[in-house]
């Protein structure tokens, strides 16, 4: 008998889930994508994680193949 009314609070959450919108802030989200700074700025602070020489492996093995 359990497991019709576990499955039952199971749709419940999901459709729950589904039919949630919450608020949008429009004007934050229209001043990201408008924004004059560019993006490459967040990426700088990750460039050091980046390994280059990945890039050159790939290079010479398209050139010994």
Do not use: I
């Not at 199971?10 to 990201?32: F, G, I």
Request: charge should be negative; proline fraction near 3%.
């Amino acid at each position: 008998m359990g497991r019709g009314r576990q499955k039952a609070k199971h749709t419940k959450v999901a459709r729950d889930l589904k039919y949630y919108s919450p608020d949008t802030n429009y004007s934050a989200l229209a001043n990201e994508l408008h924004s004059s700074t560019p993006a490459s700025s967040e990426l700088d602070k990750w460039a050091e994680y980046v390994d280059d020489d990945e890039s050159e492996d790939a290079d010479e093995e398209s050139r010994t193949a």
